[in-house]
């Protein structure tokens, strides 16, 4: 009886006493059974950051499983694009579904306005047979079916995540639009044999590779870059919009409002009309593509927290670029300025364009054949229109998503555009130029029929490469009534000598749009150039 406690051992045996056999059994089943402390449990494993990613959802389809977490909404996306309920559902798309009715079919004013567009490219309407597009058999027929569908193909998911006890602590739900054409997009402008097909070998090369089935899945790289993201930092919008960067630096997420969404699916139909057509029939676009519309909204049921938001994917066109200047272009010089580049300038560290291209000699060295005949080309990627020749190794296959123009480069305007290179146009190669300018009057024409304007052209300088990457964005809203009111507030300055509204009407809007283009580019002929 005094004996103190702390003397005593767990099995109850003082420290310097005999231990009997019962009590040695009854230690080691102690120990071995012990589940007081995870330091002294063997068998249990940490989690680590997957603790925090609801690890009790239930796997995707093939025992895939994408942790969720709730400062990145892109992984909302992620997991329902991998269950099984939207397999179902997208099977059931694609089999029973609303699917014959394509475009064709409907014989609509859009297609008609896209065969003007083809027109006044000076291209043909071109069959599945013709060797322009490389031969269109097998998954190519069917990735233009899926694409040219009319029928709405909406998809909504809806999941919990429970508790150890089974208690639900979260809600999510996630509607994805036009599931099967935004599909179809990405297996055809993400895939990388449509990114490769600038090799100079003969067209039955390029018209083999084309048929090739790819070597990866596509919807699973996407849904693995969607796993992973991070908010980014854009200067130079006005808008307010909030912008997420996957992991990987492929595609950007944009959170967009309720009026924008519901403009682009109006407009949805003759979206992926044109974008088949860039694909399948060669028209030159430098449309900076959208490969897919959500909705995700999730309530947290520990923390009471509610959120609803709408997000459109897009490629991220400055992918494995060493971007050294970012400008975001629009025609107009109201209000179009930065002070930033102005301190930079004032310090001397933005040079005008003539330091950095030199003499006439290195923009002759500049003028190589960028693009082959237009008319051959399917311009999957023609995001990069204006490019020299690419380097062997595709950029998506680098893997490295930093090298985009992030927060520490920042966008400028029209103003600092042309303060840049000095009030001259920027020089471009005869056929970039061409290429640049056909594209250019095909976007427009095409934003134009659907009503759309305040679109713009976001130009990145890869000054390794002496490389331009350009891509049309912003083109979700259309002309409403809100639109409208503010060309009207915005028209009022004008009486007292104040410069022209950036918002007018769209055919206006891209009148002023290509005008600049003009004035902003230019055309540096060479001994190849024809006269």
Known sequence: RGVDKSDQTIDGQSKGGPVSAGGAVKSALTRLFNRGTKDSDPWKVELGLLNDGRPRLEPGSGGRVVPIFDDQPSTIIAYSLSSVDYENQFNFFTTSGPSNETSSAAGSRDDRNIDYIQQRSGMRRTTSGNKQVGGITGDRKNIERQMLIRGKSHIKHTFRDFDSKGQVVCKFVCTTYWAVQFHAVRQAFLTPSSSQSNSRDSS???????????????????????????????????????FSKTDDGRFIVKCISRTELQMFLDCAPAYFEYLSKAFFHGLPTVLCKIVGVYQIGYHNRATGKRTMEQVAVMQNIFHG????????????????????????????KAPSMGNHY???????????????????????DADTAVRNQRSKNDASQQGDGNDYAGPSVPTLLDGDFLEFTGGRPLPLSDRSKAAFTMSILNDTLFLSIINVLDYSILVGIDEEKHELVVGIIDYMRQYDILKQMERVGKSLPMVVGSEAPTIIQPPLYKSRFTNAMERYFMTVPSKWTSI
């Open 321 to 348: 670029r060493k971007i050294s200047r970012v400008f975001d272009l629009k025609g107009s010089l109201r209000g179009r300025f930065t002070q930033q580049s102005t301190d930079k300038d004032a310090a001397g």
């Open 204 to 242: 039955a090369s390029v018209s083999s590779e084309s048929n090739s089935i790819p070597s990866i899945d596509i919807e699973s790289s996407y849904i693995q870059s969607l796993s992973a993201a991070c908010e980014w930092a854009v200067s130079g919008g006005k808008s307010g919009a909030s």
């Open 358 to 380: 030199g003499s006439s000699n290195d923009l002759a060295e500049m003028d190589q054949p960028l693009i082959d005949d237009i008319s051959k080309t399917r311009y999957p």
